[in-house]
């Protein structure tokens, strides 16, 4: 059985970091891509960075390139997403969600399994 666990979110300052962290079960790394969206109020779900199963490949939302970086550490199930430089608009919901075949890794319909999120609030 496929599962995804996010944890790490909090309430940062401005300028401030947090590293997320994607627990997943019931799959390998090696065969599926993780990919990280957020959701902000009254907004829809928009991806922010993707990690590759096959060769670790990244990518981000131009929105957080520079700032933030996807790691993964396949040992320990785990995918990593450090937040540096935080904005109050980087304010949201942060999911982890994999599926059987992303063609398009910010379409968030091409991802069959979903965490349950993680709030990242970033306010003074």
């Known amino acids: 059985q496929v599962q995804l666990v996010e944890s790490g979110g909090g309430l940062v300052q401005p300028g401030g970091s947090l590293r997320l962290s994607c627990g997943f079960f019931g799959f390998s790394l090696d065969y599926h891509a993780i990919g990280w969206f957020r959701q902000a109020p009254g907004k829809e779900r928009e991806g922010v960075s993707y990690?590759?199963?096959?060769?670790?490949?990244?990518y981000y939302a131009d929105s957080v390139k520079g700032r933030f970086t996807i790691s993964r550490d396949n040992a320990k199930n785990t995918v990593y997403l450090q937040m540096n430089s935080l904005k109050p608009e980087d304010t949201a919901v942060y999911y982890c969600a994999t599926g059987a075949l992303i063609r398009t890794w910010d379409l968030k319909y091409e991802y069959d399994y979903w965490g349950q999120g993680t709030q990242v609030t970033v306010s003074s």
């Open positions: 990690i590759s199963g096959s060769d670790g490949s990244t």
